[in-house]
């Protein structure tokens, strides 16, 4: 069982990576257009925790969410072309990168505003606290969002009316290029659901097994009834804030150091020194991995562009204004 859990989050991760690897290369080849943001670094937590979420459970995430669209069995293929605004990904090609939706897998998306996720979270978790459903919210938003009012009307409905929430904050420490030290008088985002009573964990986002079993914990709080709950996972993100960002605020010391924990790293070295995987056998997670990718890629640029660009569109076509006086 452990073998298999670990082989499972190895090839996650390893998928992650190497998606988001294959996004940035198409981006600067001029094939993904608007902005980019990618996750590497960060992969601990979009895997850790929704591998422990159950099929039925719903997920809100911002724009930094190819990952999170991947592992709610949105396929690389689906995601890859919605990057590039074809007819095949999974928002029909008019959402692109920030806005990856996809109600068969309960994956509500995808949002650009920061603090956009609470309210919409809250508005589901209502829904499924009136039909007494055993489904939960899974609500990710960055610690760039905690000093949003949303944030804070959020928890406070979630814990007056008990909602099935559970808040995940990704705190890679930067909010573009302003780290939370500088517009945050308390830092640590887990005690900051202390005004509403909602409860909260730190955990070491650069580690999947960790993120993991806070999560199991987390989802029993919810599940049991108690109200929302709120996990921060620490992590970095290893490139800019989105592709037109270099990074270049940060140290190389600091990167040196954050790249010494890289959450890939780790499970692979750890998985060697217990003996949970060979050699061999991550070397075809990593050929599968890259196999899959590039497939997504050639399906994507072998799919056809949206056909019908009025469609979900809440205006008169054009030609109204044809000819008005
Ligand atoms: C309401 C709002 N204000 C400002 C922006 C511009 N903006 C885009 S990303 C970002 C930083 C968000 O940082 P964080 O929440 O930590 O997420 P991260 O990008 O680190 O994952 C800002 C200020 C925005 N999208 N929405
Ligand atoms: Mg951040």
């Not at 988001?20 to 902005?35: I, L, M, N």
């Not at 996809?102 to 998306?109: P, Q, T």
């Not at 919210?137 to 944030?151: K, P, R």
């Not at 904050?169 to 640590?188: D, F, K, L, M, P």
Request: hydrophobic share 40%; aromatic share 10%.
């Amino acid at each position: 069982m452990q073998r298999d859990l670990i082989k499972q989050f190895l090839y996650d991760m390893l998928l992650a990576r190497r998606f988001e690897e294959a996004a940035a290369e198409q981006y600067t080849q001029g094939k993904v257009a608007g902005f980019l943001h990618l996750y590497p670094g960060e992969e601990a937590v979009a895997v850790g925790s929704l591998r422990a979420a159950e099929p039925g459970d719903y997920v809100v995430t911002p724009y930094r969410e190819h990952v999170h669209a991947l592992m709610r069995g949105v396929t690389p293929n689906a995601v890859m072309a919605e990057l590039f605004g074809r007819a095949t990904g999974c928002s029909g090609g008019y959402g692109g990168s920030m806005h990856l939706f996809s109600a068969e897998h309960r994956f509500l998306g995808g949002y650009a505003i920061v603090g956009e996720t609470f309210p919409l979270a809250i508005g589901v978790g209502y829904w499924l606290a009136m039909k007494q459903s055993p489904d939960v919210v899974l609500c990710y938003f960055g610690e760039g969002a905690v000093n949003q009012g949303t944030f804070h009307e959020s928890l406070n409905m979630a814990a007056l009316w008990k909602l099935p929430v559970l808040f995940i904050c990704e705190n890679n420490r930067y909010q573009i290029g302003t780290e939370i030290h500088r517009n945050s008088a308390v830092t640590e985002v887990y005690k900051r659901g202390c005004a509403s009573g909602v409860p909260g964990k730190h955990v070491d986002g650069m580690d999947v097994l960790a993120v993991h079993q806070a999560t199991q914990d987390a989802l029993q709080h919810v599940h049991s009834g108690s109200g929302p709950f709120l996990l921060e996972c620490e992590t970095y993100r290893f490139r800019g804030h989105s592709m037109a960002d270099s990074g270049a605020y940060r140290s190389a010391l600091e990167m040196a150091e954050l790249k010494a924990r890289d959450p890939l790293l780790n499970l692979r070295n750890r998985a060697l020194q217990e003996g949970w995987l060979s050699e061999d056998d991550i070397e075809a997670l990593f050929k599968k991995a890259h196999e899959t990718v590039d497939e997504a890629v050639r399906f994507a640029e072998q799919s056809p562009p949206p056909t019908d660009l009025y469609k979900d569109i809440y205006t008169q076509p054009l030609d109204v204004y044809r000819g008005a006086p």
